[in-house]
């Protein structure tokens, strides 16, 4: 089947950290790879996506490759800014789920100054 | 600014109430999406539209019925809810059908069932 395995939370990191979310997965085919951020009182925003093994997706100083042999699909950044806290979601999605995203369960990053 | 709008932002209705829910998007996607969010977990699927013809039902009440009246627009009636279904209901579409393009999602509309 498939699935998203995501790193729990809440995570809580000082202005300038580095940051790292883990993500995995498990499922069926190749499928495509995405981060979401949902910041608060708002829908999910699509932060990056990689749609083959090896892709590396980037957006906004985030970072995340698509790692087959692992079935990993990690979020990093180098440095954080209080701007970035938000719940970022990572979820998989392909021509084997039937039109379906799967989801993680989210994980809450906050930043402080 | 999201390209998929949905309105109300916040709805506040009673259980004996009818309303609907609209979500409208202008970038020419095929697939359009209902969700149910409820507070610090994902979003649930709750119906997927497939060039206006309804694919998935996720095995949701009948209290909840989409329509889908052309390829921009998706509605969700509500009719008898429970307090249960308070949440934030989100609104997504992709261009392909075949689940391979990333989805955009609305800012929701606010549900609280009194």
């Known amino acids: 089947g498939n699935s998203v395995t995501q790193m729990e939370g809440p995570v809580t990191l000082s202005e300038e950290a580095f940051l790292t979310i883990n993500c995995t997965y498990t499922?069926?085919?190749?499928?495509?790879l995405f981060w979401y951020v949902q910041y608060p009182g708002e829908g999910l925003q699509l932060l990056l996506k990689?749609?083959?093994?090896?892709d590396k997706g980037s957006n906004k100083g985030f970072e995340a490759t698509y790692r087959k042999e692992t079935t990993s699909f990690h979020l990093e950044k180098g440095s954080v800014q209080v701007s970035d806290s938000a719940v970022y979601f990572c979820a998989l999605s392909g021509s084997n789920t039937g039109n379906q995203f799967y989801f993680g369960t989210g994980t809450s990053l906050t930043v402080i100054p | 600014d999201t390209e998929v709008t949905q309105t109300p932002k916040h709805l506040v209705m009673g259980m004996t109430n009818k309303k609907s829910l609209k979500c409208e998007q202008h970038?020419?996607?095929?697939?359009m999406y209902w969700y149910k969010q409820k507070a610090k977990k994902p979003p649930e699927l709750m119906f997927v539209y497939s060039y206006e013809k309804l694919s998935i039902n996720e095995s949701v009440p009948s209290r909840f019925s989409p329509e889908c009246p052309n390829s921009s627009l998706l509605n969700l009636h509500l009719h008898a809810l429970q307090p249960e279904d308070s949440a934030l209901y989100l609104c997504?579409?992709?261009?392909?059908?075949?689940?391979?393009?990333?989805?955009?999602f609305g800012d929701g509309t606010r549900l609280s069932i009194l």
């Open positions: 970038m020419g996607h095929r697939a």
């Open positions: 997504a579409s992709s261009q392909d059908p075949a689940g391979n393009q990333p989805q955009h």
């Open positions: 990689a749609t083959k093994a090896d």
């Open positions: 499922a069926t085919g190749y499928p495509s």
